[in-house]
């Protein structure tokens, strides 16, 4: 495929933001926002730090383009600070839930992976009750940072909406946050327990992700354009 292509699509100062669908198209790298379907939960655990420094560096060039489309300083600030708290506590809060689930004895038996899958999801579903100990606080609110996320994405979009011209180019825009919002949600639901359905809800999440770049890029050269 020509290289020429991506770039007509996505400007080459948002080619690294592709990182963010990628890793998500690679499970398996743990580099991720969701826990790997294969359930390699120790080596998800040691790249922490890693996911915080890889989704800091993939977000930037978004946030680069965002600052002069964004009029309002305040909505700036507020979305950044959203999009910050959410990588930063993500990774800590799924450790404290992948610890409650590995701490059951069951779980360090010799299980097959459905059984294993299985007891991921009943766990994880059944809400803690001590919430006076941190870690079943932390597992208690696992789903906070990626309601933050949402509601990032569902902001940047809410902006790009207005500042395009064309109808055609906001319903797109629509699609493409919509397909954000069922490929993350079917992702967090089935990664555990349907491989096939979840690659399809990854391949959704990337498509939705993708068409709000380009929407980016568009909005950019249209601002630029219009201030000449």
Known sequence: MDPSIILDYIPKQLLPSLGIPLVELLPDLCLGWWTPPSMKFNKYNRLKYLRILLLIVTWYPV????????????????????????????????????????????????????????LWIVVTNSKPSDINKF????????????????????????????????????????????????????????????????????????????TMLHYLSVVSDHLIIKSI
């Open 63 to 118: 946030f680069e383009l965002l600052f002069p489309i964004i009029e309002d300083s305040t909505v700036f600030s507020a979305t950044v600070i959203f999009a910050l708290a959410s990588i930063v506590v993500r990774p800590f809060l799924m450790e404290k839930q992948i610890q409650r689930v590995t701490s059951i004895g069951l779980w360090n038996n010799v299980l097959p992976k459905e059984k294993r899958e299985a």
């Open 135 to 210: 870690d079943e606080l932390a597992a208690r609110y696992i789903n906070s940072p990626t309601k933050i996320a949402g509601v990032v994405l569902a902001i940047i979009c809410s902006q790009l909406y207005e500042k395009l011209p064309d109808m055609d180019d906001k319903i797109k825009l629509l699609a493409g946050l919509t397909a954000n919002i069922v490929g993350g949600i079917g992702i967090g639901g089935v990664r555990h327990s349907n491989l096939a359905v979840d690659i399809v809800f990854r391949l959704i999440f990337g498509i939705g992700f993708i």
